[in-house]
């Protein structure tokens, strides 16, 4: 059974860094991609990062420069180090795959989801 956990959301301020993990069941993070996605209230799912089965790492630009995307293998786990964040960055955080070796930038190509976690950007 396919299952994605994420972990590590909170409270920083601006300028802060926070760290995100994706714990995957069920299968094994180094064959697959695993995208990362947010939800801002009123707004709809952005895709902001992804790390391919092959280790190529993709960024949306509004995060690019800023967050970076790596896995552990032996932990399978995957995740998500996020710096420099800003306000606009507070929104809930998922990891999706699609057991697919590609990622892609849109939510349709993922079928697993976790159930989020939430990060807020605030003095």
């Known amino acids: 059974q396919v299952q994605l956990v994420e972990s590590g959301g909170g409270l920083v301020q601006p300028g802060g860094s926070l760290r995100l993990s994706c714990a995957a069941s069920?299968?094994?993070?180094?064959?697959?991609?695993i995208g990362w996605f947010r939800q801002a209230p009123g707004k709809g799912r952005e895709g902001i990062s992804c790390i391919s089965a092959d280790g190529d790492t993709f960024f949306g630009d509004r995060v690019k420069g800023r967050f970076a995307v790596s896995r552990d293998n032996a932990k399978n786990t995957v995740y998500l180090q996020m710096n420099s964040l800003k306000p606009e960055d507070t929104a809930v955080y998922y990891c999706?795959?699609?057991?697919?070796?590609?990622?892609?930038?849109?939510?349709?190509?993922?079928?697993?989801w976790g159930q989020g976690t939430q990060v807020t950007v605030s003095s």
């Open positions: 069920g299968f094994t993070v180094g064959n697959y991609a």
């Open positions: 999706a795959t699609g057991l697919g070796a590609k990622c892609w930038p849109t939510e349709g190509q993922y079928d697993f």
